[in-house]
């Protein structure tokens, strides 16, 4: 049986302070009922993604979409049929949102996001959701203070709310004192701090997850780290994305999109290359390699999270 293709667009509605978002309830008559999602439907004959978003928003929550830009795309197969939910992360609407269809709709915070009912094909949009554009990934430095005054401008001047902590020269004592620092300085501008280095590191720092190396990924058989921590790896190619869906890593890396001056004989992937990695992911992707914040929108228009880099934010 060839199975229905279905094309969803759905809205991740962002409240401005960026605390909440919007979801509602399919009714219980319909496919999926009683489960929460993000608001959408099925793009009519020869519209867009976005034309399909634009008209749905207006007949399910009664608002106009002014500025949206690509959340995530998921591919996912259920029994009877393959969905692409095609979601847009939402920015700026004209409107009060309510649910003109009889459903019930809530802002809900990022962080109790995980406590609803929502299908199966959701959870890649739950984590994109909840996960900032921007990646940073710190530089090799010999000297804390130096490390944590770096740290403390990219927090404070550029906005960034995720970090991975990466110091493959320190000692391992080293590096738990170090990254008890960087987690004390991380929690004080709301920002997610991820070691990079094995699973159990976890059990001596209170961090918010590891980043698996794409070596120590291909040596798991499953996931090392409790669903409440993230987990994130570094990914090259297909094989390695797969594995990383496998043993479920809630988001990657993807790299190099560029040569580096750190890799410079690796081969780059290009725009073209990642954007068709980045479509079967089923999961966010940050592109990573001589990527700039300035790349991040051209980033997200090819279906990825965003970019991570270590240059651009350490200064
Ligand atoms: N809108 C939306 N649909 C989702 C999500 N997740 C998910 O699996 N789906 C599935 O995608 C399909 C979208 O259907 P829909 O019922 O919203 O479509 P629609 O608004 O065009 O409804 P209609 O067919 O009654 O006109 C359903 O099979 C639904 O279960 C989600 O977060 N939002
Ligand atoms: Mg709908």
């Not at 004209?94 to 929502?118: D, K, T």
């Not at 990466?166 to 004592?173: D, G, Q, V």
């Not at 690796?266 to 300035?294: I, N, S």
Request: net charge negative.
């Amino acid at each position: 049986m060839v199975k229905r293709r279905v094309h969803v667009a759905a809205a991740a509605i962002v409240s401005r302070d960026r605390q909440e978002v919007l979801i509602a309830r399919r009714p219980s008559t319909v496919d999926q009922g009683g489960l929460w999602e993000f608001p959408g439907g099925k793009l009519a004959p020869y519209e867009t993604g976005f034309e399909a978003l634009r008209r749905e928003l207006h007949e399910e929550l009664g608002v106009e979409i002014q500025r949206a830009q690509p959340l995530i795309r998921v591919h996912h197969e259920y029994p009877d049929k393959h969905i692409l939910l095609d979601v847009w992360q939402v920015h700026e609407f004209a409107g009060e949102p309510f649910g003109r269809e009889g459903q019930a709709v809530r802002w809900v915070p990022m962080e109790e996001l995980v406590n609803y009912p929502f299908p199966a094909a959701n959870l890649p949009i739950l984590r994109a959701v909840m996960l900032p554009t921007e990646y940073l990934i710190s530089a090799e430095e010999d000297d804390d203070a130096d490390f944590l005054a770096k740290l403390e401008r990219a927090l404070r001047e550029d906005g960034i709310r995720l970090v991975q902590l990466r110091a493959k020269t320190l000692a391992h004592e080293a590096y738990v004192a170090r990254a008890e620092q960087a987690l004390a300085l991380c929690r004080e501008h709301a920002a997610r701090l991820l070691l990079n280095g094995e699973p159990s590191l976890l059990d001596e720092v209170d961090a918010d997850g590891i980043h698996l190396t794409s070596e120590r990924l291909m040596s798991l058989e499953r996931r090392p780290i409790a669903e409440g921590k993230w987990l994130s790896a570094s990914t090259h190619d297909r094989a390695q994305l797969e594995q990383a869906a496998r043993i479920g890593c809630d988001f990657v890396t993807l790299s190099p999109l560029r040569t580096t001056p750190t890799h410079p004989d690796a081969d780059p992937l290009g725009w073209h290359d990642f954007q068709q990695l980045v479509e079967t992911a089923g999961m966010p992707v940050f592109a990573l390699g001589g990527m700039t914040r300035y790349d991040a929108d051209h980033a997200r228009a090819v279906g990825a999270q965003g970019i991570a880099s270590i240059r651009d934010f350490w200064k």
